[in-house]
């Protein structure tokens, strides 16, 4: 129907006879001649119906409304001085309309399209029309740009692009699972999967030796900003393969999908150990944007006045005494102090002492009459501080120190405007260890599943054990990770027996799997990217709904379709199911 896109039109068209197909974005009379926005997924264009033009144009114009759908027919010409547009793109030109239809009205929107201050639940309840702007447009556009590369790259490498199951069983990310109701089989249940991590396997045991799916995966999780009960990941999957190999294929596949968008990444990414991460920075995940670091002082400490710090000390293996020194950090005033300490007092700090760093090496702050020169002048060669900047303690349990002056950095790097918003900071985290103990319990580290290959099975103690398990890691924020597998049965069976696995447990729930193993698996292994992350990341938003399409709220649900829903008495009665309320408190 269209020659033209809208905002594809400039002042090289002038003269051009033009087709253009949109929605009236926004009209004005002026004294007789009709001004209409009209916009498409390209943006807007001035139309002009003057009835000196086409009385019949001009009539039907008289007619349109915001968000009519219309056709014009007319020629561009330039606006001429002093009546140029400099906020729109085709502000310099406008199409003189000798031929307009009203293909379609509209009853008035529920908000204007475009406008950013709307509440979002109304927004997700019309999101055709939230989405119907060009910046929303552009997000969906990069996503699928994002899609073709990450595809071409992979193609081109070898990998097979393979579908697995949605209808099937519980699969071993640790989350809570979707379930579906089987009609044929009383009782009986599928689950949607939270990875195809089971079936990529098995494509290796068939020898396919190279996979790949941008797939969807089902977590029933609480959700979060980053967070989706469904949400979609580049899942890839390769065989005789070292930790070195399936690195490169992520960093090559990383790179291609930023350079589709227009960015360009330096490869390889910088790796680190889990350790250093934890102990510099507080988190698996941290962001390098910034340099701020946190010290090890508990040994400074041994003899100090300071009783706290003294008694912590005793214990080194357990507990961490960690300064943070912040360069320049002189200048937060005592309320932004104050109000660091409520922030991490909310994750188990039971204060957090500062120094001031002045002239001369002179300290300054409430814990400082408490400490020796010697002690002194250890910390500010230790830490490395000058005139002007401030040093953070944080003492306890080395879980919480670690955790919350890993958060007190972050928010440090808030705070400070340190965190650059057009740099991206990739690293890998790697060598985690294979087990976590918990109140007794021994847990599989972080992500990674029960199939995680450990790099020394032999070790005697099982807290010594690492995973040949890695975490892409960029500006914070986790973006996916993956592991070498278990390809042997013995190594599977002794990683399950320290799970506290049992052999029917293991038979029940993984059975195929371990079949699988027997019958010749190859070394492999593989990683997943989270899609819906990537994306946000290119298009720096920070709410997961903004790069889907029809995204469910932060209690999971689908305010457009009023998923989930109540259904018929009868389809309950085929899949043999009684509802049971829930008990009113
Ligand atoms: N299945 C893992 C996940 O979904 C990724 C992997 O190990 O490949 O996080």
Known sequence: MRTDFCAELNEEDTGKEVVLC?????????????????????GIIQLVCDPADSPEAHKIATEVRDEYVLIAKGKVRLRGEGLENPKLKTGKIEVVVDELKIENRSEPTPFVIGDEN?????????????????????????????????????DANGFLEVETPILTKSTPEGARDYLVPSRLYPGEFYALPQSPQLFKQLLMVSGFDRYFQIAKCFRDEDLRADRQPEFTQ????????????????????????????????????????????????????????????????????????????????????????????????EKLTRKEI??????????????????????????????????????????????????GDLIFFGAGSKRVVLDYMGRLRDRLGDMLGLKDPNVYEFLWVVDFPMFE??????????????????????EEEIEDMTSQAYDMVVNGVELGGGSIRIHKTEIQKKVFEILGITQEEAEEKFGFLLEALKFGAPPHGGFAI??????????KKDNIRDVIAFPKTQKAQCLLTNAPSKVEPDQLKELHIRVREPKKV
Not at 130 to 147: G, H, N, V
Not at 249 to 266: S, V
Not at 316 to 328: D, E, H, Q, S
Not at 370 to 382: G, M, P, T, W, Y
């Open 22 to 42: 949109g929605w009236a974005n926004s009209y004005r009379d002026h004294g007789g001649v009709i001004f209409i926005d009209l916009r498409d997924k390209t």
């Open 118 to 154: 709307v509440n979002e639940e109304i927004r997700l309840k019309y999101r055709y029309l939230d989405l119907r702007t060009k910046k929303a447009y552009e997000t969906f556009r990069l996503r699928s740009k994002a899609a073709i590369a990450a595809r071409n790259f992979l």
């Open 234 to 329: 580049i899942d890839v999957e390769m065989s005789f393969c070292t930790e070195d190999d399936v690195i490169n294929i992520a960093e090559g596949l990383i790179k291609t999908i930023f350079a589709a968008c227009g960015i360009n990444i330096k490869t390889p990414f910088k790796r680190m150990p889990y350790t250093e991460a934890m102990e510099n920075y507080g988190t698996d995940k941290p962001d390098l944007r910034f340099d701020l670091k946190l010290v090890d002082v508990i040994d400074i400490f041994e003899n100090t006045n300071l009783k706290v710090f003294r008694e912590i000390a005793q214990f080194k293996k357990l507990n961490r005494i960690k300064a943070l020194p912040v360069p320049g950090g």
């Open 338 to 387: 104050d109000s660091l300490t409520e922030f991490v007092a909310k994750f188990g700090a039971k204060g957090l002492a500062w120094v001031k760093v002045k002239e001369n090496n002179e300290l300054q702050g409430p814990i400082v009459k408490f400490l020796s020169d010697e002690e002194k002048n250890a910390l500010i060669e230790r830490c490395n501080v000058k005139n």
């Open 437 to 458: 103990i918990e109140e007794g319990h021994v847990k599989v580290k972080a992500l990674h599943h029960p199939f995680t290959m450990p790099k020394n099975i032999d």
């Open 530 to 539: 989270g899609f819906d992350r990537l994306i946000m990341l290119l298009t």
